[in-house]
């Protein structure tokens, strides 16, 4: 028996299948230990979007290593290539002057957000804005807050009560949003959590008007909009560095990580609008806020950001994301022709999902996919994930939606 227990695993499973060893990585292609490749379709846990092996992201890395690892960002302590970092970040937010703090992930994202958005109303003197509205099929990270939003119900299962006050609204529904506001009590909600794309929950781009909508339900009962774009952020939607400047969402927070550093090292941020943190910038006004991680800013991981979104300029990486969303839709598309999928969820951004008539195939159909050489993972209820790294080029595109032809065809 080793010693590593696996994230979200049925470990006797994996005590008794073995595990499956990475051992180096490069472009879309993934090595195991016999130096076999394997067609990487989800870019790691949808992160690696400028793909793997990219040596410039490891010599940052290395510099800020060298220079000073880390240090501390609390109070008015920083290293200059957080600050920068920071900069960099606002400059690319849908929200003028915005303000960034910085997480190690995405669910200290995510429960940081639930927390200031708390604190905000507290700060207004509305004290009694506590309560969290999320989505069905919502993933927003595994911490607490998170956990409590979760729209995946099997993710909030067994662990008692986790966070009092959030409630859970149908993900395509305006109308349920608008009458859960009311029927809490609109004076009694404080933020909206909400994915512009659904990822974990199932690859679900929004229904048609569904964004638009919901944005302004939230703005007309003072709710406020948090974007979790731990997926979506970075271009992953194609062409743009976030969903919400392509659904006009004028968000009053986001949430990210993953693609900041396209997963090279952890780091998260949460972005705020200028009015949400002004209560917290005020001088003299003695209002501070009592929270923050070891890790916030980490340089090391901060040079990386900065390089990683250098890269994604200079290549025109967006615009590489946004060529993935018309070929995922076409390649896997012709999927659909086969008799064990259901539909095929594609055509907003570099990500997709093929969904299984069988749902409890979904397992099968990843390690039958090894087979093919082609990495990917079970996502929802019975389908499989499709996120690569921008740098996919159309042909191996292709090459893997003939992979997912052939596993299914193994499959019966
Ligand atoms: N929010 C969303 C939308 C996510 O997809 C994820 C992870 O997949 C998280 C939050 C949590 O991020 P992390 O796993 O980095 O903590």
């Known amino acids: 028996m080793g010693a590593f227990w696996h994230p979200f695993a049925d470990m006797g499973d994996v ?34 979007n400028v793909g793997h092996g990219r040596r410039e992201l490891a010599e940052a890395a290395a510099d800020q290593l060298r220079t000073l690892a880390a240090y501390s960002s609390f109070g008015d302590m920083a290293v200059r290539t957080t600050i920068d970092a920071a900069e960099r970040v606002a400059s690319l937010a849908p929200m003028p002057n915005a303000k960034v703090f910085f997480t190690s992930g995405g669910s200290d994202s995510v429960d940081s957000a639930a927390k200031l958005v708390r604190r905000y109303w507290h700060e207004l003197g509305a004290p009694e804005r506590t309560v969290l509205i999320s989505r069905t099929n919502a993933y927003h990270g595994m911490h607490v807050a998170g956990t409590a939003l979760a729209g995946i119900p099997g993710n909030r299962a067994d662990y008692g009560e986790l966070m009092a006050d ?6 395509d529904s305006v109308d349920e949003l608008r009458a859960t506001i ?11 959590f909400c994915e512009p794309v659904i990822g974990a929950g199932g690859v679900y781009p929004p229904a048609e008007g569904y964004l638009t909508a919901a944005r302004q339900v939230c703005r007309e009962y003072g709710v406020l909009f948090v974007a979790d774009e731990v997926v979506t952020g ?17 968000p009053d927070l986001i949430t990210c990580a993953k693609g900041i550093t396209s997963g090279y090292l952890p780091l998260g941020a949460v972005i705020a609008a200028e009015h949400v943190a002004e209560p917290f910038f005020r001088p003299g006004a003695g209002v501070w806020w009592r929270h923050g991680y070891t890790y916030s800013g980490h340089p090391a991981a901060c040079a990386v950001a900065l390089r990683n979104l250098d890269l994604l300029e200079r290549e025109q990486l967006l615009a590489e994301s946004k060529r993935l969303e018309s070929s995922l839709a076409k390649q896997l598309g012709r999927l659909t022709e086969h008799n064990l999928v259901a539909e095929v969820r594609a055509g907003v951004g570099a990500v997709a999902a093929v969904q299984l008539t069988e749902p409890a195939l979904a397992p099968q159909l990843v390690k039958a996919l090894r087979k093919q050489a082609v990495t990917t993972r079970a996502v929802g209820a019975g389908g499989i994930q499709v996120s690569p790294a921008f740098v996919m080029s159309d042909d191996e595109v292709r090459l893997l939606a003939d992979g997912i032809w052939a596993a299914l065809t193994d499959l019966r």
């Open 15 to 48: 005590e008794s299948a073995g595990e499956f060893v990475l051992s180096r990585g490069e472009g879309v292609w993934v090595f195991d230990e016999n130096d076999r490749r394997y067609l990487d379709a989800t870019a790691g846990l949808w992160f690696a």
């Open 166 to 171: 959030t409630a859970v609204v149908d993900r």
């Open 182 to 192: 009311e029927r809490i009590g609109p004076g009694r909600v404080a933020a909206f």
């Open 234 to 250: 970075f271009g992953r939607i194609g062409g743009d560095w976030f969903a919400s400047t392509r659904f006009h969402l004028e």
